[in-house]
């Protein structure tokens, strides 16, 4: 008799936790409603006041056995839970999340495709110098078969008394050499005032780690239609990356790509810490091309191979790689620049 008693029990549970259950959804949508006005009407979402209210009278009822402080922390839980439903109930994907677009994005430059399943090569010196030193880098990348070069003309360093580079000059001259040598160019543009002035002389903006979260740069990259390359921040959660690029698509600029470029850790073996992870979560939360910069998340010329190959095998869409000519003499990030005899073995071995 007390095992059926005991099922008989077990079964009024079962049925309490249902009624429960659709209580809670039915709260839930009334919370969402409500939310859905408050905003309309621009009235803060969380009113600590009522809360306080509610849980007080319903401490009063309560009649046990569960004492007043369950009871209250029960309730919190649920309040929490429906401020969250209000929060999310009604937000919209993502202009960069897969959820909004399953497909995978492809950036077009010219018949160069980034995103479309074969992955590409990019290489360039840290700073444009000179037009020699840019054109000796081009002809190797000629030589190599690589077809987009990236150089620095505008350079936001650490230190102000460090080379900033050559600004507009640095720009005309990767235009001429490009030109001469059939590449496509990248190069980081820091003032959103230069944004469409750079769009004549490049193919690609980038936008680099130290302006990641310049907001003003982002939304001036996303009211031209160049393609856009944006350097994950030094210590930029992948959330705050993509919330990024959000607001360049928010614009109305769709060609984003995004590079991982290594993250400030406590590590001292190298520059920074490559986030290989990033690559598949950011390949799994967005639609948008996945590249890595072995150059600046490393910077040992010695494990650029090994971190390219593991990139790709994540599923990177590309590699980009500093290249110079004579790097002991580069105005700047000398030791992790490749010469071009390194650079020819780099390339060999990440065919093999």
Not at 7 to 26: A, P
Not at 103 to 108: G, K, P, S
Not at 144 to 165: C, E, H, I, L, N
Not at 285 to 303: A, C, F, M, N
Request: charged residues 25%; glycine residues 8%; hydrophobic residues 40%.
């Amino acid at each position: 008799m007390d095992q059926i008693y005991l099922e008989q029990l077990r079964g009024k549970l079962t049925g309490i936790n249902q009624q429960l259950l659709d209580l809670l959804s039915e709260r839930a949508q009334i919370a969402q409603e409500i939310g859905h006005l408050k905003e309309k009407h621009g009235i803060p979402g969380f009113d600590p006041v009522r809360e306080k209210q509610m849980l007080e009278e319903l401490v009063a009822r309560n009649t046990g056995p569960l004492d007043h402080e369950t009871i209250s922390q029960l309730f919190k839980q649920i309040f929490q839970a429906t401020m969250e439903s209000q929060r999310t109930g009604h937000k919209k994907p993502l202009l960069v999340s897969r959820k909004n677009q399953k497909a995978d994005t492809i950036v077009t430059l010219g018949d160069i495709t980034v995103g479309g399943g074969k992955p590409v090569l990019i290489a360039g010196p840290c700073s444009v110098e000179s037009y020699e030193q840019v054109r000796q880098v081009a002809a190797a990348l000629k030589q190599a078969g690589v077809t987009v070069m990236r150089g620095g003309a505008f350079k936001p360093r650490t230190s102000p008394y460090d080379f900033q580079g050559l600004g507009i000059e640095g720009l005309k001259i990767l235009k001429e050499v490009a030109s001469e040598f059939g590449l496509k160019t990248i190069s980081e543009i820091v003032d959103p005032a230069h944004i469409e002035l750079a769009s004549e002389y490049i193919d690609v903006i980038q936008i680099g780690a130290r302006n990641m979260q310049n907001f003003e740069l982002l939304k001036a990259a996303g009211q031209v239609r160049t393609p856009i390359l944006l350097k994950r921040g030094l210590a930029a959660t992948i959330e705050e990356f993509l919330h990024a690029a959000e607001y360049i698509l928010a614009g109305g600029n769709t060609q984003v790509m995004l590079i991982e470029r290594g993250i400030r850790t406590y590590e001292k073996a190298t520059r920074n810490t490559l986030d290989i992870s990033a690559v598949p979560i950011l390949k799994q939360e967005s639609h948008l091309p996945v590249l890595v910069d072995v150059t600046h998340s490393t910077g040992r010329k010695d494990i650029f191979a090994p971190c390219a190959k593991a990139a790709l095998a994540a599923g990177a869409d590309g590699i980009m790689v500093e290249v110079h000519p004579d790097p002991a003499t580069a105005l700047s990030d000398a030791a992790q620049q490749l010469n071009i005899e390194e650079f020819h073995r780099f390339h060999t071995e990440l065919q093999i």
